[in-house]
């Protein structure tokens, strides 16, 4: 157990729709990150936040937005859904106070979002 | 930017024998952090070792090891003794250092499929 919890595990929904995706960080970790992994590709680096604030920007599209919330929770919120959008969405953390994790990103077990 | 390149897709070794993945990246930093997780088929992303660039010696867990050589770019993975439940995909990644408190994000290769045989 990585520490990293993530909801839904599993969801399916219509094109069009919108859903939200949350993560809690492990305790102590400050920064949380945001990856999508379609069927047979590498993980792509969406968003991340540190403490609150946005940090760094990956492929995030227009229809993607994020926020870390003051208890270092996130939610990833994906709009107009596409087809393509199906992938397995992680959440990882990292970066407590004071040295906390050592310099390294847990991943959650991710959701699995199916648009149909 | 950085770049992690994985060479080998696929590979396989028997059970007990010793395999070793590759990975090479590219950067112009000079701190920064190499890794290797392991993505068995539940998906779920696991971390198998860690490295530090300004660390010469490398880094072991348990029948995991590292060969890193920092002056050639090369960060490849040993694993010894090998068991089934090894069998997974292999994603070697990069982050660079980052001051003020936060960390670098990671930048994944595009990972080795392993299959470990009995």
């Known amino acids: 157990d990585s520490g990293v919890t993530q909801t839904p595990k599993h969801l399916i929904t219509a094109t069009g729709q919108r859903v939200t995706l949350r993560c809690s960080p492990r305790?102590?970790?400050?920064?949380v990150y945001w990856y999508q992994q379609s069927l047979d590709q590498g993980l792509q680096f969406l968003i991340q936040y540190y403490n609150g604030e946005e940090r760094a920007k990956g492929n995030i599209l227009e229809r993607f937005s994020a926020q870390q919330f003051p208890d270092l929770h996130s939610e990833l919120n994906l709009s107009s859904l596409e087809l393509g959008d199906s992938a397995l969405y992680f959440c990882?953390?990292?970066?407590?106070?004071?040295?906390?994790?050592?310099?390294?990103?847990?991943f959650g077990e991710g959701s699995w979002l199916t648009v149909v | 930017a950085q770049t992690v390149t994985q060479s080998q897709p696929e590979m396989s070794v028997q059970e007990a024998e010793t395999v070793t993945l590759s990975c090479t990246y590219d950067t112009s930093e000079n701190n920064y952090y190499l890794f290797w997780y392991k993505q068995p088929p539940s998906r779920q992303m696991i971390l198998v070792i860690r490295?530090?660039?300004?660390?010469?010696q490398n880094a072991t867990e348990n029948r995991f090891s590292v060969n890193f050589q920092k002056a050639a770019k090369s960060f490849s993975l040993k694993i010894s003794d090998s068991q089934l439940g090894d069998t997974a995909m292999y994603f070697c990644a990069f982050m660079k250092h980052a001051y003020g408190g936060s960390q670098g994000n990671l930048i994944f290769g595009k990972g080795t499929k392993l299959s470990v045989k009995p």
């Open positions: 490295q530090e660039a300004y660390k010469q």
């Open positions: 990882a953390s990292g970066g407590g106070r004071s040295g906390h994790s050592g310099n390294t990103i847990y």
């Open positions: 305790s102590g970790d400050l920064s």
